[in-house]
């Protein structure tokens, strides 16, 4: 009787562990089907924000902006914390943010902004010490925020700028970004006073920017300030004309439209 039992109690006890272990595997494949349409979701997801981050910027939609600000802000969770499960939108917000820091109608404001971009920019370098993106804006925050300090904090964030900028251009992948870095890099070297200045390396890195980028407009605007500064008015004249003679493509077209006025202003100027 004690055996049959035994037996029974086993029977029964072997049922359970089998029906446990079903309802394990089943529950591996649940969570393992919910991790992938999860990180699935995550990939659409950015894919979504980045072209609505391109259009809202071409647009020039700073409502838009913000709201595309507060949708990562979401995603980012309770003191945006940035890990690798959420880099790819971190990158995108401290873009946002620089986008709406150009587009504030206050320093105030555009100083915050720019503030806010950098702090993203540096939780995704903590992350991923080779983002490019997150070193590039760090490096054109910071070259915004130079314009709110004394003196002597300047020298010292335009030693960070030139440490940001350098990872930018070795870790960036993108053409795009890669250019816009090399032209930050030129304007860098071209407009600080001496001994902060070196026409030479800025001409190295215009030059560069435009042979990544040659749809872009701006790098021929500052290669004309370049040519001006240098004294030679007739490249200087050649480089403005470029710019009115462009197509632009659609990504730049707002950037495009300023630029044109501002060569038309030097070409004014230079008659």
């Known amino acids: 009787m004690s055996r049959k039992f035994n037996s029974q109690g086993n029977v029964s006890h072997n049922s359970v562990m089998k029906t446990l272990v079903i309802v394990f595997v089943a ?12 990180t699935n979701v995550n990939v659409q ?15 020039d939609d700073s409502k838009a902006l913000m709201t595309l600000a507060t949708q990562l802000e979401e995603i980012l969770g309770f003191g945006q914390k940035v890990d690798k499960s959420n880099i790819k939108h971190a990158e995108l ?39 490019g993106y997150g070193y590039y804006f760090a ?24 440490r940001y900028m350098t990872k930018a251009i070795a870790y960036l992948d993108d053409r795009v970004y890669k ?10 070297y071209m407009t600080p006073p001496w001994p902060l200045n070196n026409l030479d390396k800025a001409f190295d890195y215009i ?19 370049l040519y001006e500064k ?7 004249k050649e480089m403005f004309e470029k710019v009115l003679s ?12 300023e630029n044109v006025t501002l060569a038309k202003e030097r070409l004014s100027k230079m008659k």
């Not at 946002?96 to 105030?108: A, G």
């Not at 749809?215 to 300030?225: A, C, P």
């Open 27 to 38: 529950l591996l494949c649940i969570i393992s089907f919910a991790q992938g349409n999860q």
């Open 45 to 59: 997801t950015y894919e979504y924000y980045k072209s609505q981050l391109k259009q809202l910027i071409n647009a």
């Open 93 to 131: 917000l401290a873009e946002v943010y620089f986008e709406l820091s150009n587009r504030q109608s206050t320093d105030e404001k555009n100083k915050s902004y720019c503030e806010l971009s950098l702090n993203v920019a540096k939780k995704i370098i903590t992350v991923d010490d080779k983002n």
């Open 139 to 162: 490096a054109m925050s910071t070259a915004t925020l130079i314009n709110y300090v004394n003196v002597f904090e300047k020298l010292s964030l335009l030693n960070d700028f030139d």
């Open 179 to 188: 250019g816009f870095a090399y032209l930050g890099f030129g304007i860098r």
């Open 207 to 225: 030059t560069k920017a435009v042979e990544l980028v040659p749809e872009y407009s701006g790098g021929y605007l500052q290669l004309g300030y």
């Open 230 to 236: 240098r004294g030679n008015k007739d490249k200087a």
């Open 246 to 257: 462009m197509d632009s493509p659609k990504e730049f077209a707002k950037v495009h439209k």
